[in-house]
């Protein structure tokens, strides 16, 4: 089982709020991901990173914002929470090296904004 | 079109069936074909990968690619209740960090 942690799992929050959500992963992986899915749909990738000091937009447009300041830390953060980005956000890390890419995924943190 | 097609189901199977889920891709340059499987409310974890065309067993788990058909496949033997959950297939997209998922299959193993 991979070494890769979100926080909060859950979390219910009113509009205009701003909020961060965690995940950590402890294998060392330089590329980390943050996806977004609703329910029985498919993943939207919103962030990813290289890196350290590494931040990319992924191929859904999203509202929050992204830093990777350590390599095992990745928050993704939201200026002022909406009911449109009630979903599931799901965290991934995979290692840069090897000719494959593997990404493995954090358990997610389900938001519902009121 | 999209890159990665797959049936969003649900498929609901005896157990003990063999079941079947598939994708189909567009580009037949993709080298690297993975499934993953996504329990409810639980990230997907990395089920099986090959390399190019062929096949690959692992238990009752059985990847097939066929490159000149740009369709992947993953075969579950004797299937249990516990393989109940949704089959995502992914593909390298053969950048520096993008995995081409395709919507995912539900399954359902009916006791």
């Known amino acids: 089982e991979a070494d890769i942690y979100q926080t909060p799992r859950y979390l219910v929050i009113g509009t205009g709020k701003k909020i961060t959500l965690e995940c950590s992963q402890t294998?060392?992986?330089?590329?980390m991901y943050w996806y977004q899915q609703d329910p029985g749909m498919e993943l939207h990738l919103i962030h990813y990173?290289?890196?350290?000091?590494?931040?990319e937009k992924g191929d859904l447009s999203s509202e929050s914002t992204v830093s990777r300041i350590r390599t095992e830390h990745f928050p993704l953060t939201l200026e002022s929470a909406r009911p449109s980005h009630t979903s599931q956000y799901l965290c991934?890390?995979?290692?840069?090296?090897?000719?494959?890419?593997?990404?493995?995924f954090g358990p997610g943190t389900r938001l519902l904004v009121l | 079109q999209k890159e990665v097609e797959q049936d969003p189901g649900p498929l609901s199977v005896p157990e003990g069936a063999i079941v079947s889920l598939n994708c189909t891709y567009s580009n037949s340059a993709f080298q690297y074909f993975m499934w993953y499987r996504q329990y409810s409310r639980k990230g997907p974890e990395l089920l099986m990968y090959t390399y190019s065309s062929g096949n690959k067993e692992d238990g009752r788990f059985t990847a097939q690619v066929d490159k000149s058909s740009k369709y992947i496949s993953l075969f579950i033997r004797d299937s249990q209740p516990s393989d109940s959950a949704t089959y995502l297939c992914a593909i390298d997209g053969d950048s520096s960090y993008k995995l081409i998922f395709g919507s995912g299959t539900r399954l359902l193993v009916r006791p």
């Open positions: 294998m060392g992986h330089d590329k």
């Open positions: 990173s290289y890196g350290v000091n590494s931040t």
């Open positions: 991934a890390s995979g290692p840069r090296t090897g000719r494959m890419e593997t990404q493995y």
